[in-house]
């Protein structure tokens, strides 16, 4: 596919029926404007950020009082304060959107593999999360407390949030396959009031008890607990848990009703989530209701496009941030579909399988399931329906050029295909797509709406055409409230701003490019320097796992002979041995794709690379590894025992 011409481009009719140009036309009415394009909207609404929020604000009809300012202390970025005066609820804008007038309409769909199926209308939901608010209250919990759980990603785990958010409780989750101390590693902090569990979950086919675990954290947690029922017996979880009671009785005695919301400041904490934690234990990010819920809906309705009725899927678990923002899509009254467990159980159908029977309006997912899906040889395009798909969105890692590829080769010729890119440090994206550009291959579309992002080189210059650093020049509505246990801010300031003064650094290597658009080339900290040249980790992921004999690889800079030297870890495919010659085409094809700085000086045959939970590969976890530094929080990685692969390689001391 040639690289000089868009791999998609919006039609006219499309651009003008979308509710960005929608948008952009109401702004040239209330502020006498003449915008015409994205890159006019996006400069306009980084230079008016009172202007720009406050219309979003206006355009997805926020419920809640918004007061008479809008930013406040804007000179540093830490005291910034947007919409000072202003009171809502994070839940009473989920729950009452447009769309969700009709109680009978479908609010979630879910499924568990093939092994269960469930279907929520919003008046069934606006009913549970009644009966949860109205038990929590029960609890003695309140504005402030903490709920935390460990559930899969089901429906009864959105109510618990919603319960908690009209309340003004602070929700945070992780998914149940968490070790039991990866998980008291992340709840021990915030000291919660009550854990929600469930009883099992379903994984590749596979029921995963998980009793012990459950009452192991119960017990260290010391606080009332509440078991789901999903895939065991949730009566007999219970039992096993000093005093846990199950959903149902924890619910008993308390009849639905109106769900009541209590509205609060803008800047009142919503979520507590946690960085990876590879390289120590996770920081407890605090994320604020108002933040969230205007940069979700400035994401779901303006740059995805959603509307009411459209149905939005994420491929996620609760451990990720991207649950957070799929929940959200609730506020523009979309309907949520869900799925938990493993992407290919029964196989690499099961989720276009739910696609074409749901008919998805978005579909999102990760990098390394769409390369695995092109590596299965499964092509979706042919074997299913996706008439309905209009969008696919990427995150996790940066998705390759050959990945953009085959989204349109093997997926949908006519879609939108968004990569996007931030994180749990902002609940959202930096960098992401929009309806009124084209796509290229292998490009990002381009900055978010009111975010000021920029590329800078390490003098703190703005840079084009050459790799720097991620960041962001001027504040933004969900920018943390603050990190949990961090009274003086010091470990804020010190993720964020040591490296610039007043300025957001965000840790992506990234570049612009000739189109505007932007290119993440893997994390700054992951960066390899061989001989005091930055190169990015993707940019040799992205030559080396199109080769079919390379499932997987992760890559490394080791100090050597008072330099750094690349090494290259390779997870083969079935089958396949390392030979010399193999070893000599990796390094032809690192060399033509990339560059000869690029090649790498060691190319290793390991049996499995270690990942977190949400699948990003850990290099900085195996950087220490290899140089006999300890890694402190194992418990982070869905398969912490790949990581004693690494320790004795006796060809890296050589």
């Known amino acids: 596919m040639r690289d000089d011409k868009p791999l998609w481009i919006p039609s006219r009719a499309s651009v003008e029926a979308s509710p960005i140009f929608a948008f952009m036309q109401k702004c040239n009415r209330d502020f006498g404007l003449s915008l015409s394009s994205y890159g006019e909207l996006h400069a306009w609404s980084v230079a008016d950020r009172g202007g720009f929020w406050t219309a979003v604000w206006e355009f997805c009809a926020v419920k809640g009082e918004r007061g008479e300012r809008v930013l406040v202390d804007d000179a540093v970025m830490l005291d910034a304060r947007f919409f000072p005066d202003a009171t809502l609820n994070f839940a ?178 919503l979520y507590i989530l946690f960085s990876s934690g590879t390289t120590g234990v996770p920081k407890c990010i605090v994320h604020s209701a108002g ?10 309705r303006l740059h995805c496009g959603l509307g009411a009725g459209e149905k939005l899927f994420y491929f996620t678990t609760c451990g990720w941030m991207m649950w957070n923002w799929l929940v959200s899509g609730l506020a523009v009254g979309a309907t949520l579909c869900l799925f938990d467990g493993s992407p290919f159980a029964p196989d690499g159908n099961v989720l276009f399988d739910y696609a074409q029977a749901e008919r998805f309006a978005v579909f999102g997912t990760s990098a390394k399931y769409i390369d695995a899906v092109r590596k299965s040889g499964l092509t979706p395009r042919s074997s299913h329906d996706l008439a309905s798909l209009r969008l696919m969105t990427s995150t996790g890692s940066p998705l390759s050029p050959e990945g953009f590829t085959f989204v349109y080769e093997g997926i949908k010729e006519d879609i939108q295909l968004a990569s996007i890119s931030g994180g749990t440090d902002i609940v959202s994206c930096f960098v992401l797509g929009n309806p009124m550009q084209p796509v290229w291959r292998g490009e990002i579309q381009g900055p978010g709406l009111g975010l000021a992002m920029d590329v800078w080189d390490d003098d703190g210059h703005p840079v084009r055409g050459e790799k720097g650093e991620l960041v962001c020049t001027k504040a933004f509505p969900s920018m943390p409230v603050m990190f949990w246990n961090d009274g003086d801010g010091a470990k804020y300031r010190a993720a964020y701003f040591e490296r610039f003064d007043n300025i957001w650094c965000h840790g992506d290597f990234a570049e612009w490019t000739e189109h505007d658009g932007i290119i993440i080339h893997g994390r700054s900290d992951a960066t390899l320097n061989p001989g005091g040249v930055r190169i990015g980790t993707a940019e040799i992921y992205n030559q080396v796992e199109q080769m079919p004999e390379v499932a997987e690889a992760l890559c490394i800079g080791q100090d050597w002979d008072d330099d750094v030297r690349v090494i290259l870890f390779v997870r083969l495919a079935s089958g396949v041995t390392l030979t010399d010659e193999l070893v000599k085409s990796i390094k032809a094809r690192v060399r033509s794709g990339a560059s000869p700085r690029h090649v790498p000086a060691k190319i290793i045959a390991v049996a499995d690379i270690p990942r977190t939970k949400s699948g990003k590969i850990v290099e900085l976890a195996v950087r220490e590894i290899v140089h006999g530094r300890p890694v402190k929080n194992k418990e982070a990685l869905a398969n912490p025992e790949a990581l004693d692969l690494f320790s004795k390689i006796e060809e890296l001391r050589v």
Request: glycine share 10%; charged share 25%; net charge negative.
């Open 291 to 300: 933040g969230t819920l205007l940069q979700h809906l400035k994401e779901h």
């Open 92 to 269: 009473e804008n989920l729950l009452s959107g447009e769309g969700a007038g009709d109680g009978t309409a479908e609010a979630i769909i879910f499924r568990g593999e093939d092994k269960a199926q469930d279907r929520w209308s919003w008046d069934r939901l606006r009913a549970l999360v009644s009966r949860l608010q109205q038990a929590m209250r029960a609890e003695g919990i309140g504005p402030g407390d903490r709920v935390a759980a460990m559930m899969p990603n089901m429906p009864e785990t959105v109510a618990f949030m919603l319960a908690a958010a009209s309340i003004g409780a602070i929700w945070s989750s992780c998914s149940p396959d968490f070790g039991e101390q990866g998980v008291l590693d992340r709840f021990g902090q915030i000291e919660p009031k009550l854990f929600v569990t469930c009883d099992a979950y379903w994984y590749g086919g596979k029921l995963q008890d998980i009793r012990e675990k459950v009452a192991a954290v119960a017990a260290k947690l010391g606080i009332p607990t509440v078991v789901v029922h999903y895939a065991g017996n949730a009566e007999d979880v219970a039992r096993a848990v000093s005093g846990a009671r199950t959903l149902d009785v924890f619910v008993e005695g308390h009849t639905a009703r109106a769900v009541e919301f209590t509205r609060l400041p803008f800047s009142h904490p």
